[in-house]
């Protein structure tokens, strides 16, 4: 009896990884349709995460098909893309701004909307800015208290 090559052995190795990533991503294409048709029955919006949730309790296994899985899968995005709704969510400025100054004037509401647009990185720098001046601004304000202590003393 003689040996396969090693060519032969891989090719049949290759053979049989393809056909495991084949029959894996037909399931996740089941199971992701699956939680689809459950989100819509009942009512829910359909987003990646409920699709995630709900895919768990369908699997057999309990693993479910991960958020990634369903972008990455042509057909399982085919499928979400199709039954999602685009999910519109409002900035809401007003608790943050509430919870940080009391009753908040519409200029401050205002304000709080135009630092919205800005990066992390921008107001990173800003609030900086705004630290350095206030250091100065109080540095001043010591040398100013002491002048006027002193004028009144007659020091």
């Given at each position: 009896m003689t040996?396969?090559?090693?060519?032969?052995?891989?090719e049949a190795a290759m053979a049989g990884l393809k056909r495991s990533h084949?029959?894996?991503?037909?399931?996740?294409?089941?199971?992701?349709?699956?939680?689809?048709?459950?989100?819509?029955?009942?009512?829910?919006?359909?987003?990646?995460?409920?699709?995630?949730?709900?895919?768990?309790?369908?699997?057999d296994t309990g693993v479910g098909v991960s958020e990634s899985t369903i972008?990455?899968?042509p057909e399982c995005r085919?499928?979400?893309e199709e039954?999602?709704?685009?999910v519109r969510r409002r900035r809401t400025v007003g608790r943050p701004l509430a919870r940080e100054?009391?009753?908040?004037?519409?200029?401050?509401?205002?304000?709080?909307?135009?630092?919205?647009?800005?990066?992390?990185?921008?107001?990173?720098a800003r609030i900086i800015a705004v630290e350095r001046e206030l250091a100065c601004s109080e540095k001043a304000n010591g040398v100013l208290r002491d002048q006027i202590l002193r004028e009144?003393?007659?020091l």
């Open positions: 040996r396969p090559s090693r060519k032969a052995r891989s084949q029959q894996r991503r037909n399931r996740s294409v089941v199971i992701v349709r699956r939680a689809i048709n459950r989100l819509q029955e009942t009512g829910s919006p359909v987003t990646l995460g409920r699709i995630s949730r709900i895919s768990r309790e369908l699997s972008l990455r899968n085919q499928l979400y039954a999602a709704q685009p100054v009391e009753r908040p004037s519409d200029a401050e509401r205002r304000r709080m909307h135009y630092l919205m647009r800005q990066t992390k990185a921008e107001l990173a009144k003393l007659n």
